[in-house]
């Protein structure tokens, strides 16, 4: 029996590419609201930061997500996704099932 394939994404961050299920997926949907995807299965433009605190400050920086999702990114996205990570590192644990 062939080994399940893991899909891989590339950080915004840290430009790493890493398993899907271990990062945070930011989507742009067809009516252009960009919101943070908990569960990676909502439709849309997506773009994926690891769970290191320093790729979310890179890409800010950077402007990645915005160039990533071709629009413009709220700092209520940008606050949902550091209150992710900050929750992640309090519970020493990974990102919900679903992803």
Do not use: F
């Amino acid at each position: 029996m062939k080994p399940k394939k893991i899909p891989m994404r590339l950080c915004l961050g840290c430009g790493e590419m890493k398993p899907k299920r271990e990062m945070l997926r930011v989507v742009k949907t067809k009516e252009g609201e960009v919101s943070l995807d908990i569960t990676g299965k909502k439709g849309g433009r997506g773009g994926y930061l690891c769970l290191n605190p320093g790729c979310l400050e890179k890409a800010m920086k950077a402007r990645r997500l915005e160039r990533s999702l071709s629009c413009q990114v709220g700092g209520d996205v940008y606050d949902a996704l550091q209150q992710q990570l900050d929750e992640i590192a309090r519970s020493g644990d990974h990102l919900p099932e679903g992803g």
